[in-house]
């Protein structure tokens, strides 16, 4: 709370001192139907939910200085520990020729592939928020960028761990045991206040986007340990390379990401890797239509905690290319080793300036008891989204 | 270095015009004076209001910033950053051109905080719901087209224009030609008429209001795009041109894409 006040007046002594300050951001009412009882006791069906995320963001100096401010809350009438907010941002900017440099709570995205985002480990995931991971925690940092080219070298220092937040007993997504975020333990004694740090190079050339980087520190992902009636998070140390890779042809994108991780308990493998080519125009329309296959491969085989460890997905995104923006991206993952599937859709349009309606569902079928995926598989849903920029 | 190639050619088409000069040799000579015209600039930067308007009035808009640096051998490399609509404000577009070879093109999606290298194919494709296509916004170089003359025509405010057929070398474009109207004073666009995959007429574009800027570098206020085969239109208003406001390459980086503002 502290925290929040200070942060408050240190934003309106600097809105009083500073003259183009810009606000942006969103508010939305999300509706959430879940289509069967859920798996496990106390789970709700569905219910209305409220966010915000405002904006404020100001550069001066001709860009050489700028500060961002991003905070974010949610309410949801199902399950208490989804409403949460966070600070998505706030973080201070200095450019100085090649060299750029970030301090504070800040959010950066590796990748390239759509079935899941394997490198991508710097911030948190939100998996309150949605199980897509792509919805983030602010993560404090200190990060120095040197540009080479078109792309460059990244640094981060990360002094301070977010723990990942689970949903409570009448949310969905969870195992038959709630998982208790107040009973997470760490491999390092320092806890969540080691010093992780992390390395990353991107380059482009010709047709080839790559990145190579380097990760050490705690865990973003937890093992979940029973502790009576509850699990308990537990966060190992780990080494991470990973590789990401993109070739753009005319109507082809060839994709790969790859990780090697190791942890005190293991050594292990992963990568997610296909490709997606467009029709564009079709039917002599403004529309483009996607086709899109990717493999998900992880050494760690039937222990996997993750659901990719041989899955792969078809997919297809249409592009109406309207005033409105309308936008779908379908698509089936595929457990090749217990034939387990599951749908999901996501679908976009702008209704006027300044409102967006989005429409969201995830379906899984035939999901094998051996599959991690299956205590989730009551857990079919439909949301419907409505939110307004400003 | 194609600029040096390319004004050698012109001195010595000039030395050669004692030779009958056929139509294709003639749209080439003058698209590439246009072109030599208006070279030079380095950089600029400039706001644009684009506004759509479907067949039954109703009008959307969206505002657009660009910076644009002059190719030195290459085509440019231009940014577009969007401030309005409000959902995709902050969302920017790196374009690195290159005369036939496709364009590379990056795009920043703020939500995600992710750069997205995509595939330039779609040149085709309407930019941001408008009728403007992607190949009609891009770096016009001199040999993305072949050319030929058509004649001399007067094109309004007492102005005398060069009337060229000039037909796309690069592939995908969503035209089968293009007729330009170039005034023959200072080697304007005046005006463009599109015409589509089964060669009938698909749009006209006008532009409207020239200035010129730090003594040489003529832009115009407003660039209207007609679509004859669905009735709708898009205007875009330009402001705050700027030239030579020191930007370098550094400043077109698709690692910078989320700071720029």
Redesign the interface.
């Known amino acids: 709370m502290k925290k929040i006040i200070f942060t408050v007046i240190l934003l309106s002594t600097l809105l009083s001192h500073v003259s183009a300050a ?1 606000w ?1 951001g ?1 508010v939305a009412v999300e509706l959430r139907g879940f289509l069967s009882q859920g798996a496990w006791p106390g789970q709700g069906d569905g219910g209305i939910s409220v966010s915000a995320q405002p904006e404020f ?1 100001h ?1 001066w100096d001709g ?1 050489n200085f ?1 500060v961002t401010f991003i905070p974010f809350a949610r309410l949801d009438s199902m399950d208490d520990e989804r409403s949460h907010a966070d600070i998505r941002e706030f973080d201070f ?1 200095w ?1 100085t ?2 060299w ?1 440099f970030r301090a504070g709570i800040s ?3 590796w ?2 592939t759509e079935t899941q985002h394997l490198v991508d480990i710097i911030n948190q995931t939100d998996v309150l928020e949605d199980i897509d991971q ?1 919805e983030k925690l602010g993560q404090p940092m200190l990060r120095v ?1 040197r ?1 080479i ?4 070298i990244d640094l981060f220092l990360l002094p301070w761990f977010r723990e990942r937040a689970f949903p409570g007993i009448e949310g969905r997504f969870r195992p038959p045991l709630v998982i208790d975020k107040d009973l997470s333990s760490y491999e390092s004694d320092d806890e969540e206040h080691h010093l992780d740090w992390s390395i990353r190079w ?1 380059q ?1 050339v010709a047709n080839l ?1 790559f990145a190579l980087s380097w990760f050490q520190g705690t865990s973003r992902e937890p093992l979940l340990l029973q502790a009576g009636e509850a699990l308990a998070p537990f966060y190992v140390q780990l080494k991470q390379a990973g590789v990401e890779l ?1 070739y ?6 060839w994709k790969l990401e790859a990780v090697h991780r190791e942890t005190t308990a293991e050594n292990y493998n992963a990568f997610v890797g296909g490709f997606e080519y ?1 029709f ?2 079709i039917n002599e329309s ?1 529309a ?1 239509l996607g086709v899109l296959l990717e493999y998900n491969y992880d050494s760690r085989d039937h222990l996997a905690l993750t659901v990719f460890e041989n899955d792969l997905f078809a997919g297809t995104r249409l592009a109406l ?5 309308t936008e779908l991206l379908a698509g089936v993952m595929y457990d090749l080793d217990f034939n387990s599937k599951s749908f999901r859709l996501e679908a976009s349009r ?1 209704l ?3 409102y ?1 309606l989005g429409i969201e569902a995830h379906i899984f079928w035939d999901v094998d008891p051996q599959d991690p995926m299956y205590v989730f598989r009551k857990d079919d849903y439909i949301q419907i989204t409505l ?1 307004r ?2 | 270095m194609k600029k040096y190639v390319a004004l050698t050619f012109v001195v010595m088409l000039a030395a050669g015009t004692a030779v009958a000069e056929t139509a294709e040799q003639k749209g080439l000579r003058i698209a590439t004076q246009a072109d030599v015209r208006d070279s030079g600039w380095g950089d600029s930067t400039a706001g644009m209001v684009m506004t759509l308007r479907n067949r039954s009035g109703k009008t959307s808009s969206r505002i657009i910033r660009t910076k644009t640096l002059e190719g030195r051998g290459d085509g440019d490399k231009a940014l577009s950053l969007f401030d309005t609509p409000a959902d995709v404000k902050g969302t920017a577009m790196l374009t690195f051109s290159h005369g036939l070879k496709p364009d590379d093109q990056w795009l920043y999606l703020p939500a995600l905080k992710r750069v997205k290298r995509i595939s330039s194919k779609n040149k085709s494709g309407p930019f941001m719901g408008s009728e403007f296509a992607f190949e009609d916004l891009g770096s016009q170089e001199i040999e993305k087209y072949t050319y030929k003359y058509l004649g001399e025509e007067s094109c309004g405010k007492g102005w005398k224009c060069h009337k060229i057929e000039r037909i796309p070398a690069y592939k995908y474009s969503g035209y089968t030609r293009q007729t330009v109207w170039i005034d023959t004073k200072e080697l304007r666009p005046v005006k463009v008429e599109f015409f589509d995959r089964k060669r009938r007429k698909l749009k006209t574009l006008t532009w409207k209001g020239y200035r010129e800027y730090i003594g040489r570098y003529w832009r115009a206020d407003e660039m209207f795009m007609q679509n004859h085969q669905t009735g709708k239109s898009t205007r875009l208003q330009w402001k705050n041109y700027k030239f030579k406001t020191g930007l370098s390459s550094r400043d077109f980086n698709k690692n910078s894409l989320a700071r720029q503002r």
């Open positions: 810009e942006s969103n963001r550069q860009g700028g900017l450019v020729g090649d750029e959010k950066v995205f990748g390239v792509e960028t540009t080219g078109n792309g460059g991107n482009s986007d993109q753009t042809g005319e109507a082809w994108l467009t564009v125009g403004a483009d290319n309207d005033p409105q923006s702008r006027g300036e300044s967006k939110a920029y400003f």
